[in-house]
């Protein structure tokens, strides 16, 4: 299977700072890139689609403003909370589609996201 | 709107014990992948299930797509501690956009 990359696994921010989270699809080239928002016990809600070098599409009631995508590049994607705030804490993860595997998706290990 | 209803929403059995995971839509859908979350971590790939009546095994776990494409199940037979986790069950939306909608998942947790 194809592998995709997290980083961080894990940051701790202050309220009010912004955050940046990768993305990496490290065996194939990702034409398009998921991120999901994820709250404890419950499945994963997507936040956005990202295809390499267009502007990202979002999901109903995900701000487009607070949430920023950029997917330069077949292999990489990153998600920037801005001025993140307490209830912006959560776990965030991506998945990967591209090349051979354009029939299925592959997921990043997540990251978790804790803002005080 | 495409939904996918897994049930049961918890699942606490003993070790040895068969199980069944059961993912429903009104929907058809092209195609259901299952999926395995262990806390902390992303999503693993367990299978995709792409024909209509289709049975897929892998080891103990046993993926059956219905014969109209709207259900799928997992049964896993003597499950083990290794077991738990949560169960997802997703499928490509219409449309072309190849986002997927996710289940509503599946807890399960098997005890020693």
């Known amino acids: 299977g194809a592998v995709v990359s997290q980083h961080p696994s894990w940051v701790i921010c202050k309220s009010g700072t912004s955050v940046k989270i990768e993305c990496r699809s490290l065996?194939?080239?990702?034409?398009?890139m998921f991120w999901y928002r994820q709250f404890p016990k419950q499945s994963l809600m997507l936040m956005a689609t990202?295809?390499?070098?267009?502007?990202?599409?979002?999901e109903q009631g995900v701000e487009k403003d607070k949430f920023l995508i950029n997917h330069a590049s077949l292999t990489l994607s990153t998600l920037t909370v801005t001025s993140a705030h307490p209830e912006d804490s959560s776990f965030y993860i991506c998945?990967?589609?591209?090349?051979?595997?354009?029939?299925?998706?592959?997921f990043g290990p997540g990251t978790r996201l804790t803002v005080l | 709107t495409q939904l996918l209803e897994q049930s049961p929403q918890f699942l606490s059995i003993q070790e040895g014990e068969n199980l069944t995971v059961y993912c429903n839509s009104s929907?058809?859908?092209?195609?259901l992948q299952w999926y395995r979350q262990e806390p902390g971590e992303g999503p693993v790939l367990l299978v995709t299930?792409?024909?209509?009546?289709e049975v897929k095994k892998l080891k103990r776990l046993t993926f059956q797509f219905g014969d109209a494409r709207k259900d799928s199940s997992l049964h896993i037979t003597a499950a083990q501690p290794g077991d738990t986790g949560l169960y997802l069950c997703?499928?490509?939306?219409?449309?072309?956009?190849?986002?997927?909608?996710f289940g509503t998942g599946t807890r399960l947790k098997v005890l020693a």
């Open positions: 998945s990967a589609r591209g090349g051979s595997f354009y029939n299925e998706q592959f």
């Open positions: 065996d194939f080239q990702a034409t398009t």
């Open positions: 990202s295809n390499e070098g267009s502007k990202a599409t979002y």
């Open positions: 929907s058809v859908f092209s195609s």
């Open positions: 299930v792409v024909t209509g009546g």
């Open positions: 997703a499928g490509p939306s219409r449309g072309g956009t190849y986002k997927y909608i």
